[in-house]
């Protein structure tokens, strides 16, 4: 009662209503950036899982190509050198694609997320701001443009609102379009089936050399 006194209600409840917005505004943005964070996450623990995949084959392809083995290895790898050789060439060849696919749907995922995220980042600080733009002050006092500085908050809350409803739709589409099926590229589903069939050929001559 005494701030009313003072400012008047008419100031204070103006106010509060642009803080309610801004916090409204703050909420929504905290919920989308936890969301593209856990995304983006998704996305770089999917290049990373491929890279150590990439350096355990090319680990194993050293050692199969090189000397450093028993003789009872080098007999029982002898009758898979074409088998080898073949993955040499094909894992390498797709490891390649599968990455620049992986890295094509990253840059596609931060271009299309970049403009809406960052207008929503900012949007609890527009609407803050208007109590400036809009001279809120005004409302303390008896006899100044009550009614311009209401309509501009009004109007200024209004747009930006419809601003945040459009950008976080387009953030929310673009999230669920970016599930976890489409990492599994064509050229990584080959990869991974690839690295499969590599895994199960140099157990076998494992289990050969140490039978």
Known sequence: QRIWVNNGPLYESTKLLIAGESYKAARIWNKTEEAIWERSHQLQQAKDLLDVKQRQVSARLEKFFGNEYSEEWRVCSKKHELQMAHFNRELVDKFSICRNSLDHIVEHFEQEIVQDANFLGTAAQQISELSQICKIWQLKQV??????????????????????????????????????EDLDTPSCLFYHHLKMQFDEVFAQIDSCAVA
Do not use: F, P
């Open 143 to 180: 006899g100044l443009n009550h009614g311009g500085a209401l309509l501009c908050t009004v109007s200024g809350i209004g747009r930006i609102n419809q601003r945040i409803t459009k950008s976080l739709e387009l953030c929310d589409d673009i999230l669920l379009e970016m599930t976890s």
